[in-house]
Nanobody, 128 residues
């Protein structure tokens, strides 16, 4: 199973994009889903995560107040609304599942190494 991320593109600084992460089945809907990004020459970093109910959300400090993570009603899609984008947000964005988080009420991991079901990601480019 892979999670399919989409919605990336080229946008000017200050603009917005909405990323989507889709998969099928209970292997996705009952787990925490995280968004990560990897810029050229840099390590993959945690961006945001949402628990299976959508009741708890988490953000890295650099995106707080600008990005919003949410889940669709059927919990099979996770969105990342990105506003006030900056050139430093340029990266390939991936979504992934935390396999240790089934029915978890709180975030279990921020370490990308603990997540699975990685897809190809979607490229976000923010021009200055």
């Amino acid at each position: 199973v892979q999670l399919q991320a989409s919605g990336g593109g080229l946008v000017q600084a200050g603009g917005s994009l909405r990323l989507s992460c889709a998969a099928s089945g209970r292997s996705f809907s009952t787990y925490t889903v995280g968004w990560f990004r990897q810029a050229p020459g840099k390590e993959r970093e945690f961006v945001s995560a949402i628990t299976w109910t959508g009741g708890k959300t988490y953000y890295t400090d650099s995106v707080k107040g600008r990005f919003t993570i949410s889940r669709g009603n059927a919990k099979n899609t996770v969105y990342l609304q990105m506003n006030s984008l900056k050139p430093g947000d340029t990266a390939i964005y991936h979504c992934a599942r935390d396999p240790r988080s089934m029915y978890a009420a709180c975030l279990v991991d921020k370490d990308a190494g603990e997540y699975d079901y990685w897809g190809q990601g979607t490229l976000v480019t923010v021009s200055s």
